[in-house]
RNA sequence: GCCCUCGUAGUUCAAUGGAUAGAACUGCGGACUUCUAAGCCGUCAAUGUUGGUUCGAUUCCAACCGAGGGCACCA
């Protein structure tokens, strides 16, 4: 990469003035006036050096200008001691001609080559429809993937829901009350709400739910399996639709009934050996060690906790992949002090199994919705799939008008609506807490998904139209001077992998944005397509070099992207 | 009480310790007989408070104020 290089010739001509310049700091300027890359060193040796940081920056820019590389063509000293660069045309120029040439395969990395990633995400209860919370680790989950499979790594996508315990027993105790057929996904949902209304009033109900849930680990009432199972086996296919709707496909599932026994029995062989202990009649870890809190694996009936289950969940994943490089789990941030302690337990567990590998909760935040409209009112809970149905229905309004036919408008519905929504929840840090404004995030105006897929798909329209003409892309003839397409664009690379690097989705739609707003500008400033100027071709070559990244941006986010809009 | 997140324009979000804190929405004002106007151009507007470290702090440290989450038998 460009950064590379630059650094490199940062630190020989530091080193030429024999000083040490250690890491080499790179930043792109704020505004493209000052250049493409700037370093800091000259103010950050300054002071060692004795010397005033513009003298010590004036030195060293010269040193680099000695070294006659041909991707810069200026590099000069400003403000209060920047070593700002510029760079080629030459070099621009063939970096859009690398994008084009290259297609989908520009910009991907090695830096992870070799490594296995099992990550785990989605993870719902069955029998209770998918929480708007599940859909958001979907989102980020599936995100991640594909930003880690960029950077070379074979990733593994782990599902890993609980099949088994009180929602399970709410469901079924439901589906007996309301005579609910278990392979109605309808009347899944509604036996659920039934169960856990009862269970919340704390009468005799919740009882029978209780001795439901003992008899279904034990599977002792066949009648109540066989209810079980039906409703796990609806529940999973209808999940199995919802992700391939959201762009998922999962290699492997592990269900909590798998996890629970066994993560029982590994907590009560290691009690002996100090790592767990018993108290209050439970058994738990004392997370103090390890400057955390204590918290219960196995409860006082002998029953695995969620903890516990983690532990056997852990069993089951590293049997599978016993190669693995990286275990990453996303769930709630709700959960990240749960985590720090169950990992914390898992380490001295499987101290060889973890031995040199990498184990990390990656949190994903809570979403919350800014209007009324979706507001749980009556107790019901708003599930991904009504959240993308309604916003779906407010996308197929706009659509209509557009005049397409009726299956292109429901599937530019879909796509626009799924692009909204996980636009919203990829823009931002993740970790943090999301609010989805409805009217904001459909507005269509702007810093949302529907303008990423909007550009992309005027740029490929127009170079459709160009196709039609008889033009083809090229580079050979560019014009006297460029413009800041060239000059956002190539950056592409480095930042699709510090998005890998720091699992962080976000920063791609940033760029993705960046990049969205100056190809508009190019797009109103001119018009590409003219066959009598000569420069037509090296602006479609351009259009081309957007279209190609932008699709590999809204391809890593998952985030799909319609014919036309 | 202890621990963990976090606090940036009216609103929703950006900003690997750097230069004039960037977008979008909203408000106000524009351009358009061009390939997709879900677009483009201009403009108003912000770092919770008080200290500290640093050549330089939205970023690091401390205290305070405020929000959310967690802390023994739920997941």
Not at 238 to 254: A, N, S, V
Not at 386 to 412: A, N, P, Y
Request: net charge neutral; aromatic share 8%; hydrophobic share 40%.
């Amino acid at each position: 990469m460009i950064s590379d290089q630059i650094q490199k010739a940062v630190q020989s001509a530091v080193a030429e003035l024999g000083m040490q310049a250690g890491e080499v700091v790179l930043e792109h300027p704020g505004e493209l006036s000052r250049g493409d890359y700037a370093t800091n060193v000259a103010m950050a040796l300054a002071k060692k050096a004795v010397v005033k940081p513009k003298d010590l920056a004036e030195k060293i820019a010269t040193a680099i200008r000695a070294q006659n590389i041909p991707e810069i063509a200026k590099v000069e000293v400003a403000g209060p001691g920047f070593i700002n660069f510029y760079l080629s045309q030459t070099f621009l120029v063939s970096e859009i001609a690398k994008i084009v040439s290259l297609g989908g395969q520009y910009g991907l990395n090695k830096t992870l080559a070799g490594k296995t990633v099992m990550l785990e995400y989605t993870s719902p209860n069955l029998f209770k429809p998918l929480h708007i919370g599940n859909l958001v680790g979907n989102i980020l989950g599936e995100s991640l993937s594909r930003l880690l499979i960029a950077s070379g790594a074979e990733v593994k996508r782990i599902n890993y829901p609980s099949d088994i315990g009180l929602t399970v027993a709410k469901g079924v105790w439901g589906l007996q009350k309301t005579g609910g057929n278990p392979k109605d996904i309808k009347a899944l949902g509604e036996a659920y709400r039934v169960g856990n209304t009862a269970y919340d009033e704390a009468g005799d109900e919740k009882k029978e739910i209780e001795v439901i849930n003992k008899a279904l680990y034990e599977y002792s009432n066949p009648t109540l399996t066989t209810l079980r199972k039906d409703g796990i086996a609806t529940s999973l296919l209808h999940l199995e639709m919802l992700c391939k709707k959201l762009g998922t496909k999962f290699d492997t599932q592990f269900f909590e009934s798998q996890s629970a026994l066994l993560g029982r029995d590994i907590v009560l062989a290691n009690i002996t050996n100090g790592i767990f202990e018993k108290s209050d009649g439970a058994v738990i870890y004392k997370g103090e060690v390890d400057g955390l809190h204590t918290r219960v694996f196995l409860n006082s009936h002998g029953l695995p906790t969620y903890e516990a289950k983690e532990v056997g969940l852990f069993k089951l994943k590293s049997e599978a992949y016993p190669n693995f490089d990286i275990s990453i789990t996303v769930t709630g941030n709700e959960q990240l002090d749960f985590f720090r302690v169950v990992f914390s337990a898992i380490k001295k567990v499987f101290k060889e199994e973890t031995k040199g590998k990498v184990l990390r909760h990656v949190p994903n935040g809570f979403l919350t919705l800014t209007t009324g409209k979706m507001s749980s009112r009556k107790g019901n809970v708003i599930t991904g799939e009504s959240l993308i149905e309604t916003v779906q229905e407010m996308v197929r309004e706009k659509v209509k008008d557009r005049g397409f036919d009726v299956s292109t408008t429901e599937i530019v519905a879909e796509s626009v609506a799924i692009g909204a929504i996980k636009y919203s929840i990829l823009r931002q840090q993740m970790g943090s807490n999301i609010i989805f404004d409805f009217e904001k995030s459909l507005s269509f105006e702007g810093d949302s998904g529907p303008y990423l897929q909007y550009t992309t798909v005027r740029a490929r329209t127009v170079l459709a139209k160009a196709k039609i003409v008889g033009l083809v892309p090229s580079t050979k003839n560019s014009p006297k001077s460029i413009g800041d397409l060239e000059r956002v664009i190539y950056r592409f690379p480095e930042v699709l992998e510090r998005a890998t690097h720091d699992y962080a989705p976000h920063l791609l739609v940033t760029f993705a944005v960046e990049l969205s707003a100056t190809f508009n500008a190019f797009y109103a400033n001119q018009t590409i397509i003219d066959g009598k100027d000569p420069d037509s071709l090296y602006r479609l070559a351009i259009t081309s070099a957007v279209a190609s990244v932008l699709e590999q941006c809204l391809y890593v986010l998952a985030i799909p992207l319609p014919e036309k809009m």
